[in-house]
């Protein structure tokens, strides 16, 4: 079997992934007029129900709620299909900002009342940029109350999902969690997460890499970077590595899916879609197969110049 189609499990947990999983931020978006999901996106949540991927993403802020409705819809007239998960994350207060321990219980609950599940086999601390590191880890924090469903059985493992580096290494050093998700920090032009990664593998934790195309860059979508407008310096680098790709006949957006995917300590890709159609446009450029000797000439065209700074 395809090393690439075969599950693997996700250390740190039960899980078992394929090596590219789903991501739903999209799902749900743009709602109805009364705010409920559009039709398309059930149509979307089936297409990814009967795909080849084994882990769908999801988030209790993602698309204001409405990227679970969606997925709790489905499961309630489909059931899960085996050998996929749903895996979710906690969510600052909307309004007020608020993360601690009290809000991550009722993030929880309502993540799994909108999916109609009642625990979880992963749960991500999201973006914790509301409150500092020191808050998380105190008496009555998120981290404790993350803590307190891992250890009743409502969430098989406890991950921290965000971006910048700085951070995702301090909360990954704690030793409370078993899995971190990092976005736009290990790709074709931002390779800074490698030390977290190479961190993860030592303590046993998994990784999921989320975002290989930037938010877009790299797919052909637009001239931002993970939702910062890109440099001339970066669009320069960028329009080098596809012309590389032209005189190897292969599409930018499969080299930036393989950089993730070829990395040993990856887990799993994450990989956003909006449209069921990308589906398939997702497994063809999984498919396709990289040289060993294009990395070389990649590496020749230098440090990529990364619009972020942490």
Not at 53 to 82: C, H, K
Not at 243 to 249: I, N, P
């Amino acid at each position: 079997m395809d090393e690439l189609t075969d599950e693997r499990s996700v250390p740190g947990t039960s899980l078992r992934a394929t090596a590219v999983s789903i991501g739903t931020s999209f799902l749900g978006d743009p709602p109805l007029p009364d705010g409920s999901p559009n039709p398309a996106a059930d149509a979307l949540a089936r297409a990814i129900f009967a795909g080849p991927f084994a882990v769908i993403d999801t988030s209790n802020n993602y698309a204001g709620g409405r990227s679970e409705t969606v997925l709790g819809t489905a499961l309630r007239r489909d059931g899960l299909p085996a050998g996929k998960a749903i895996v979710t994350k906690v969510d600052a207060d909307p309004a007020t900002g608020a993360l601690d321990r009290d809000r991550v219980w009722r993030s929880f609950e309502e993540s799994v009342t909108r999916l109609g599940v009642e625990r979880l086999p992963l749960l991500h601390l999201h973006d914790p940029y509301t409150i500092e590191v020191e808050e998380a880890f105190a008496p009555g924090g998120a981290v404790q109350g993350l803590t307190e469903l891992r250890d009743q059985g409502l969430a098989g493992a406890i991950g921290i999902a965000a971006g910048p580096v700085s951070l995702m290494r301090r909360y990954a050093l704690s030793g409370a969690f078993d899995v971190l998700l990092t976005h736009n920090r290990y790709t074709l032009v931002d390779r800074r997460a490698e030390e977290l990664i190479d961190l993860a593998a030592e303590r046993g934790i998994g990784v999921f890499n989320a975002a290989p195309f930037g938010g877009g860059i790299l797919a052909g979508s637009g001239d931002s970077y993970a939702y910062v407008r890109a440099a001339p310096e970066l669009l320069a680098w960028v329009a080098r590595a596809r012309e590389l790709c032209r005189r190897w006949s292969l599409p930018l957006e499969a080299v930036a899916l393989r950089y993730s995917l070829r990395h040993p300590g990856i887990a799993s890709t994450v990989v956003g879609v909006g449209r069921p159609e990308r589906l398939a446009q997702l497994l063809r450029l999984r498919d396709t197969a990289v040289p060993d000797a294009f990395w070389p000439e990649l590496a020749a065209l230098g440090t990529p110049p990364s619009t972020l700074e942490d």
